[in-house]
């Protein structure tokens, strides 16, 4: 089988190449940025780069398309929000290539943090109380609050105020309609990844980021899987509610006082739990396979809990955050969490993606508070707003599905 990977700069698209490669398939990937760690796998038979998906999203399905006729590709994985864009003119790709991703309608729902948190809490799951910014009228007693925006990612723009002096001169400029105001939880953080197919979860797995880059909260650069059957219920719940197909992942906060846990962010795409959930005995790369081709996959294996994986890079990026700042504390016990975890980037037979995934985040370390942030400045190029969904029609369409 032939199959292409899109988002190659992601690391657990690193981790689909290597193991689609191991699975005994031909394995093509392809990005938007050249330092992507993604194409210099050894275990590639071809790459190619494509136009920014961010700025020209027509033009990159064009490229995608011709890229897919010249190597004779048979299945497409995408890994990033590149899979948003092919959802949305997947009418151009059909009967060219086989590949499963959510549905538009499902993406506008679930990427936009506002329409998702009433969705979620129209079918009785726990979120925070939320609020547009437009229709927040503070008190005293109001804080602390979180402000972030509807529709980024990786904690971009997020922000706790803890006064209603601070609010103010924080939120003033923002555009009121595209930022909410959510009630503040402890940051403990609980995340999944799932595989879903009409309604059912093939498979998912659920894990506790022990670190964060930014160390101040951001993408997991650390962690391990865990049971929870509340969180597991409640991904089950959406999975089957909308009729969903593609990967999905979820964000929750653990709430100490009340043991409950509430959702915070719906990404309907892929995430770095992809490799904590093959370490963990479940295999959703060669599922993917399996329900492109069959439209059936075999029973997975059960969950084994305790496994995890961290990447490198960005561990190296928190040690140095955290000792910077002098936050020494935090440091214990560094190495010995990470003794029976997998590196998901470096591979003795495969070293070349671990080296230019270091580049690329020594690279947004230092230039990226010039281009709107570390994560935002990895992830350039790459991403697909609800801003640029076609403007007021789309808009219009997102408000009809809830």
């Given at each position: 089988?032939?199959?292409?990977?899109?988002?190659?700069?992601?690391?657990?698209?690193?981790?689909?190449?290597?193991?689609?490669?191991?699975?005994?398939?031909?394995?093509?990937?392809?990005?938007?940025?050249?330092?992507?760690?993604?194409?210099?796998?050894?275990?590639?038979?071809?790459?190619?780069?494509?136009?920014?998906?961010?700025?020209?999203?027509?033009?990159?399905?064009?490229?995608?398309?011709?890229?897919?006729?010249?190597?004779?590709?048979?299945?497409?994985?995408?890994?990033?929000?590149?899979?948003?864009?092919?959802?949305?003119?997947?009418?151009?790709?059909?009967?060219?290539?086989?590949?499963i991703v959510p549905s538009y309608e499902h993406i506008m729902l679930l990427h936009d943090k506002f329409l998702m948190t009433n969705y979620a809490r129209s079918l009785g799951i726990s979120v925070?109380?939320?609020?547009?910014?437009?229709?927040?009228?503070?008190?005293?007693?109001?804080?602390?609050?979180?402000?972030?925006?509807?529709?980024?990612?990786?904690?971009?723009?997020?922000?706790?105020?803890?006064?209603?002096?601070?609010?103010?001169?924080?939120?003033?400029?923002?555009?009121?309609?595209?930022?909410?105001?959510?009630?503040?939880?402890?940051?403990?953080?609980?995340?999944?990844?799932?595989?879903?197919?009409?309604?059912?979860?093939?498979?998912?797995?659920?894990?506790?980021?022990?670190?964060?880059?930014?160390?101040?909260?951001?993408?997991?650069?650390?962690?391990?899987?865990?049971?929870?059957?509340?969180?597991?219920?409640?991904?089950?719940?959406?999975?089957?509610?909308?009729?969903?197909?593609?990967?999905?992942?979820?964000?929750?906060?653990?709430?100490?006082?009340?043991?409950?846990?509430?959702?915070?962010?719906?990404?309907?795409?892929?995430?770095?739990?992809?490799?904590?959930?093959?370490?963990?005995?479940?295999?959703?790369?060669?599922?993917?396979?399996?329900?492109?081709?069959?439209?059936?996959?075999?029973?997975?294996?059960?969950?084994?809990?305790?496994?995890?994986?961290?990447?490198?890079?960005?561990?190296?990026?928190?040690?140095?955050?955290?000792?910077?700042?002098?936050?020494?504390?935090?440091?214990?016990?560094?190495?010995?969490?990470?003794?029976?975890?997998?590196?998901?980037?470096?591979?003795?037979?495969?070293?070349?993606?671990?080296?230019?995934?270091?580049?690329?985040?020594?690279?947004?370390?230092?230039?990226?508070?010039?281009?709107?942030?570390?994560?935002?400045?990895?992830?350039?190029g790459a991403t697909y707003d609800i801003d640029n969904l076609d403007e007021e029609e789309n808009f219009n369409e997102k408000r009809q599905v809830v």
């Amino acid at each position: 089988m032939r199959v292409l990977v899109t988002g190659a700069r992601m690391w657990y698209a690193i981790n689909t190449i290597r193991l689609l490669a191991e699975g005994g398939h031909e394995v093509f990937a392809a990005d938007s940025s050249k330092l992507s760690g993604g194409l210099y796998s050894r275990c590639l038979k071809g790459k190619f780069i494509y136009p920014s998906v961010s700025e020209n999203g027509k033009a990159f399905v064009r490229s995608v398309m011709e890229k897919i006729e010249e190597m004779e590709i048979d299945v497409l994985c995408p890994t990033f929000e590149e899979g948003f864009v092919l959802s949305k003119h997947l009418d151009m790709l059909e009967g060219r290539v086989k590949m499963i991703v959510p549905s538009y309608e499902h993406i506008m729902l679930l990427h936009d943090k506002f329409l998702m948190t009433n969705y979620a809490r129209s079918l009785g799951i726990s979120v925070p109380r939320t609020t547009l910014l437009e229709n927040f009228e503070p008190t005293s007693s109001s804080f602390p609050v979180v402000i972030k925006p509807r529709n980024l990612r990786s904690a971009e723009g997020v922000s706790r105020v803890n006064s209603q002096d601070e609010f103010e001169r924080y939120s003033k400029g923002l555009d009121g309609d595209k930022y909410l105001v959510q009630e503040w939880k402890h940051p403990y953080q609980i995340c999944t990844t799932g595989l879903a197919y009409d309604g059912q979860l093939v498979g998912n797995v659920i894990y506790h980021n022990l670190r964060e880059y930014p160390e101040s909260g951001g993408i997991g650069t650390c962690r391990i899987s865990v049971e929870c059957e509340e969180v597991l219920s409640n991904v089950r719940k959406i999975v089957s509610d909308l009729n969903y197909s593609g990967f999905i992942s979820m964000d929750f906060l653990h709430d100490r006082n009340s043991n409950r846990y509430y959702l915070v962010d719906v990404n309907p795409r892929m995430s770095p739990g992809l490799l904590v959930a093959y370490t963990s005995g479940v295999d959703m790369v060669s599922a993917y396979i399996d329900l492109v081709i069959k439209n059936e996959v075999a029973r997975l294996s059960p969950l084994e809990t305790g496994n995890g994986t961290y990447t490198t890079a960005m561990e190296i990026g928190w040690f140095f955050s955290t000792l910077f700042k002098g936050k020494f504390g935090n440091l214990k016990g560094f190495f010995r969490s990470r003794k029976k975890l997998k590196d998901d980037s470096w591979d003795v037979r495969d070293p070349a993606p671990f080296f230019v995934m270091l580049v690329s985040m020594l690279y947004t370390a230092i230039f990226g508070p010039l281009k709107g942030g570390q994560t935002k400045s990895f992830s350039l190029g790459a991403t697909y707003d609800i801003d640029n969904l076609d403007e007021e029609e789309n808009f219009n369409e997102k408000r009809q599905v809830v």
